[in-house]
């Protein structure tokens, strides 16, 4: 990336972005703004998989039909009129890739008087220059920070509520009554939010505030049938009653929040409020965290656009009811940002024993639900094709840590020490049996130490499997990202599509994942 030196900038800085816009801002239904695909962060030459796997950590449900457009090296053409470059500092989780992805353009066209990074993550407050190509972008109000969307020490250590179900049953409405729910064996409202919640790794919080906001469920009655059986207001008879409704929201704002982190996501589409039947493109504003965007996204997925924009405004939509329940995010301790830019991955082995060919039958995927980020990958010992038989081949620690989860097919290790999985390091294995689990919470692991037999145990899968991702401070890291996911030195790949992809090693060649072990995909420590 070449160097620059800026002087004399003349624009005033506003905001944490310190980045000024050039009106107009989203403005619907009046056609959509024509916006190109936009390139999509290329930092590495990917092996490409082309063997679908359709393994899922989570019940089988129809999600919404989500777009996302694959960016590609043709930009948003710039606009005729000179228009002064923007002045933008680099926040928390940015990369070039990404960063020239949110505003259109390309990296060399992304400028600084510092040195940036290839593929690694920009040093926070970094002042960028870039060329002012978007118009009729969505606000640019940073509503919910990212250490408020991810179940940070934000929600464990600030001026939340300390129990979700206590919480819940002292607001009395009808989620603290206990009754029979579909799709799970609990009756406690506040504990299917607080499991699910955890899964997922988003604030229980912020999930019982949308509860609230579109059905009155956590200090009411619903209204009607449709917040009865829909109460996260997504109208789909495949989807109806609680369960399947907080799996399809978080699925949404995972959506949003790694998407955008990712440079996967960066327009919103709406149906016209004023003609339900064509479809009103907002393009995403680039100066916006993670978290923001997930609240449009989610929104973007139940409301036309006029319904849309009430719901995302800053004095009188969502954001007023959450800190109503909870408080100001402006008035906690700040757990910002999540993660420094120099952050690398501790070393970490493959999860089975020596001298055993296991096969790789995931490339990066979702991390617990469908969607998502990028961040889990699977292996299945050899000789599993698509079949839930019993193994006794042994998952091991990929490193040393604290056994923070035990159960229902999880484990969950603190590579830290540390007994949460909010903070630190933290490994995810999912679909370690119980029967024959040599772990629980509370024990500590060194590298290698057997963990259990891989299985089907914890959520949908369609073959014997274990089922890894990482996350740092409770935001889950992309496996083909500024930080790598690598296993003694088998670096992962993203392929054209979740579950494709490859691992590579220098002098070792190239595994490519196979849900049905073809060969290539085998792989021994």
């Given at each position: 990336?070449?160097r620059i030196f800026i002087v004399l900038i003349t624009l005033s800085l506003v905001g944490c972005s310190f980045y000024q816009k050039t009106p107009p801002i989203f403005v619907p239904p009046v056609g959509s703004t024509p916006t190109p695909e936009t390139p999509i962060p290329d930092d590495s030459t990917n092996p490409v998989n082309d063997i679908e796997n359709t393994s899922n950590p989570t019940e089988d449900f129809i999600p919404?039909?989500?777009?996302?457009?694959?960016?590609?090296?043709?930009?948003?053409?710039?606009?005729?009129?000179?228009?002064?470059?923007?002045?933008?500092?680099?926040?928390?989780?940015?990369?070039?890739?990404?960063?020239?992805?949110?505003?259109?353009?390309?990296?060399?066209?992304?400028?600084?008087?510092?040195?940036?990074?290839?593929?690694?993550?920009?040093?926070?407050?970094?002042?960028?220059?870039?060329?002012?190509?978007?118009?009729?972008?969505?606000?640019?109000?940073?509503?919910?920070?990212?250490?408020e969307f991810v179940y940070s020490r934000a929600i464990t250590d600030a001026d939340f509520p300390s129990d979700v179900i206590s919480f819940v049953e002292q607001a009395g409405g009808y989620l603290s009554e206990d009754r029979e729910y579909e799709h799970t064996t609990l009756t406690n409202g506040g504990e299917i939010v607080q499991q699910i919640a955890e899964n997922n790794s988003i604030n229980p919080f912020l999930l019982l505030?949308?509860?609230?906001?579109?059905?009155?469920?956590?200090?009411?009655?619903?209204?009607?049938?449709?917040?009865?059986?829909?109460?996260?207001?997504?109208?789909?008879?495949?989807?109806?009653?609680?369960?399947?409704?907080?799996?399809?929201?978080?699925?949404?704002?995972?959506?949003?929040?790694?998407?955008?982190?990712?440079?996967?996501?960066?327009?919103?589409?709406?149906?016209?409020?004023?003609?339900?039947?064509?479809?009103?493109?907002?393009?995403?504003?680039?100066?916006?965290?993670?978290?923001?965007?997930?609240?449009?996204?989610?929104?973007?997925?139940?409301?036309?656009?006029?319904?849309?924009?009430?719901?995302?405004?800053?004095?009188?939509?969502?954001?007023?009811?959450?800190?109503?329940?909870?408080?100001?995010?402006?008035?906690?301790?700040?757990?910002?940002?999540?993660?420094?830019?120099?952050?690398?991955?501790?070393?970490?082995?493959?999860?089975?024993?020596?001298?055993?060919?296991?096969?790789?039958?995931?490339?990066?995927?979702?991390?617990?639900?469908?969607?998502?980020?990028?961040?889990?990958?699977?292996?299945?010992?050899?000789?599993?094709?698509?079949?839930?038989?019993?193994?006794?081949?042994?998952?091991?620690?990929?490193?040393?840590?604290?056994?923070?989860?035990?159960?229902?097919?999880?484990?969950?290790?603190?590579?830290?020490?540390?007994?949460?999985?909010?903070?630190?390091?933290?490994?995810?294995?999912?679909?370690?049996?119980?029967?024959?689990?040599?772990?629980?919470?509370?024990?500590?692991?060194?590298?290698?130490?057997?963990?259990?037999?891989?299985?089907?145990?914890?959520?949908?899968?369609?073959?014997?499997?274990?089922?890894?991702?990482?996350?740092?401070?409770?935001?889950?890291?992309?496996?083909?990202?500024?930080?790598?996911?690598?296993?003694?030195?088998?670096?992962?790949?993203?392929?054209?599509?979740?579950?494709?992809?490859?691992?590579?090693?220098?002098?070792?060649?190239?595994?490519?994942?196979?849900?049905?072990?073809?060969?290539?995909?085998?792989?021994?420590?």
């Amino acid at each position: 990336m070449k160097r620059i030196f800026i002087v004399l900038i003349t624009l005033s800085l506003v905001g944490c972005s310190f980045y000024q816009k050039t009106p107009p801002i989203f403005v619907p239904p009046v056609g959509s703004t024509p916006t190109p695909e936009t390139p999509i962060p290329d930092d590495s030459t990917n092996p490409v998989n082309d063997i679908e796997n359709t393994s899922n950590p989570t019940e089988d449900f129809i999600p919404t039909p989500t777009v996302f457009i694959p960016p590609t090296e043709t930009l948003v053409p710039t606009p005729n009129v000179q228009r002064e470059p923007i002045v933008y500092h680099a926040q928390a989780g940015d990369s070039l890739g990404v960063v020239a992805t949110h505003f259109g353009v390309s990296r060399e066209q992304v400028q600084s008087n510092e040195e940036l990074p290839e593929f690694s993550f920009i040093n926070p407050g970094t002042l960028l220059v870039i060329p002012q190509v978007l118009i009729n972008t969505t606000s640019d109000v940073h509503l919910l920070p990212d250490s408020e969307f991810v179940y940070s020490r934000a929600i464990t250590d600030a001026d939340f509520p300390s129990d979700v179900i206590s919480f819940v049953e002292q607001a009395g409405g009808y989620l603290s009554e206990d009754r029979e729910y579909e799709h799970t064996t609990l009756t406690n409202g506040g504990e299917i939010v607080q499991q699910i919640a955890e899964n997922n790794s988003i604030n229980p919080f912020l999930l019982l505030a949308l509860l609230e906001y579109q059905s009155h469920w956590v200090f009411g009655e619903p209204q009607n049938l449709a917040q009865l059986k829909y109460p996260f207001g997504y109208i789909n008879y495949d989807n109806d009653g609680l369960v399947h409704q907080l799996r399809w929201a978080v699925n949404q704002l995972s959506i949003g929040y790694y998407g955008w982190r990712e440079g996967r996501l960066t327009e919103i589409f709406l149906k016209s409020s004023q003609n339900p039947a064509s479809e009103v493109t907002a393009r995403i504003e680039p100066s916006l965290n993670a978290g923001t965007v997930a609240l449009q996204y989610y929104f973007s997925q139940i409301y036309e656009s006029d319904e849309w924009i009430l719901a995302l405004d800053d004095d009188t939509g969502f954001i007023t009811a959450y800190e109503e329940m909870f408080g100001s995010p402006d008035n906690r301790v700040q757990y910002e940002p999540l993660f420094s830019h120099n952050l690398i991955q501790p070393i970490l082995q493959l999860p089975f024993t020596p001298n055993k060919v296991w096969n790789y039958t995931g490339g990066p995927h979702g991390a617990w639900e469908r969607e998502g980020s990028w961040s889990a990958i699977d292996f299945a010992p050899s000789g599993f094709k698509g079949q839930c038989s019993r193994s006794y081949s042994y998952v091991t620690a990929s490193a040393s840590g604290l056994v923070v989860r035990a159960k229902d097919g999880v484990v969950t290790i603190n590579l830290d020490f540390i007994d949460n999985e909010h903070s630190g390091w933290v490994l995810l294995y999912l679909h370690i049996a119980t029967d024959g689990r040599l772990v629980e919470a509370g024990d500590e692991v060194s590298v290698g130490d057997k963990l259990g037999y891989p299985s089907c145990e914890g959520g949908i899968s369609t073959g014997t499997h274990v089922h890894m991702a990482r996350k740092y401070n409770a935001e889950w890291m992309t496996a083909d990202g500024p930080i790598p996911f690598v296993l003694d030195g088998w670096r992962v790949y993203n392929g054209a599509a979740a579950y494709k992809g490859s691992l590579s090693k220098p002098g070792e060649g190239l595994v490519i994942a196979s849900s049905y072990s073809a060969p290539g995909s085998q792989i021994k420590r």
